[in-house]
C-alpha cells in the first residue's frame, strides 16, 4: 500500500499553490482534480484575464463569522509576494482599477504559473479523479472514482457551489461534517441581483455607492433583464442576506436637491430635463422621475425637489433573491474557522487535515481578493507540514 506523505484534494488555485509549498526533495505528493483539466475556474476568471490579487489587501475585505481569522494568513504571505512570483515568472499584468491585478496576455499564464511550480518540486497531478469519501484510521484513507489512495496529511481544496459546470461540488463540505466539523450556512455570493420593473433600464450602467447591512460600497452599478449587477451589486451580496432592503445612491458626487434648488433660483424656466442630462442617461431619467422629467424647475416645489432628489440619493428595494450559484463568484460560508488553527490552517482536533482556499468560511470582495485567500491560506497549510514532515 502506498502512502503519501501529502494528498491535496482539488487542482485548482489554492490546491496547486499548496501542493508546490509542501514538496520537498524526499516528499511525495499528489493532487487529485475531478475534471480532465486543472485550474478551470482560475481559466475563466476576469473575463479570461484572472484578476489573481488585489494591491491592497487587509482583513477587512473578507467576510466570515471571525472577521479577523484571516489576518494570520494575509500577513504571512501577503499579495506582494504573490505579485513577486507573477514577476518572475515574466508574467506581464496591469493595474484595472481599485488595485485590481490582472493577466495583460490570459488567465493560463497563472495556471502555467502553478504547475510550473509544481513541476519544479515533482508534485504528482492526476485528473479525472473524483472523490467520494474520506475516512481516517492511522493514516487519511480517500475513497475515489479511480479507487483507494491513503495520505499522512490530507488538505482539502475543493472550492465552494459556484460555477457547478466546472465541476464545482459540496464533496469538501461533505468531509468536513464526516469528520465532526462544523459548516457554517451556504449561500451564492458575488452574485446580481433579482428585482422586477426595471427591464426599460436594461443596459444603462452608472457609477453609485450601495448600502446593505451598515457596510457601504462604491462602483459601477447595471440595469440587467432579470435585475441589478455590475461590480458594487457584486460586492453588496456578500453582505445580503434574502430579505435585506438595500439603499443606492445613483449620484452620490452632486447634491440633486442643493443643485435642484440653486438652479430653480437663477434659471426658473429651465426643465428638469435640461439641467439632468448632463449627469444620467436620458432612459434613466425618463423612467426615473417620469412626469417630473420635461417640468421647468419653477413649477417645482420645495417638497417636490427634496421628493426627486431622494428617489436617486436614496433609492430603496428589497431584491427578489439572487441569481443563484449558476451567476456567483463564489460561496459565502463554508468550514468553520472555529475548528481551524489560523496560522496553519489544520483542523484543530484532527492532525493531519487541512481546509483551506473557498472551503472555507473566509469569502472576499470582488478585486482579486478572493484568488490572494487561496494563495495565503495555501501557504500557510503548505509551510507547516514541509515544517513537521
Known sequence: MRIYDVIVLGGGAAGLFCAAQVSARGTNVLVIEKNKKVGLKIQVSGGGRCNFTNQKVQSEDFYSENPRFSKSALAQYSSEQFISLVKSHNIEFYEKKLGQLFCRKNSFEIINLLLDECKKKNVEIKTEVEV?????????????????????????????????????????????KRFGLKVTGLVPALVPFLAKGYTKLVGISLPVVVKVNKKVVEDDFLFTHKGFSGPAILKASLYWNAGDKIEIDFCSKEDLEVLLENEKKKNPNKTVKKLLIPLFPTRFLEHWLRDDFSKPLQELSKKKIKEIADSIHRFQCIPDGTEGYDKAEVTRGGVSTKELDSKTMEVKSIPGLYFIGEVVDVTGLLGGYNFQWAWSSAYLAGKHIKDKL
Open 132 to 176: 467520494l469519501g474520506v475516512t481516517k484510521d492511522k493514516y487519511f484513507e480517500i475513497k475515489t472514482s479511480k479507487g483507494l489512495l491513503h495520505a499522512k496529511n490530507l488538505v482539502v481544496a475543493t472550492g465552494g457551489l459556484s460555477f457547478k459546470k466546472l465541476g464545482a461540488s459540496n464533496i469538501g463540505f461533505e468531509i468536513a
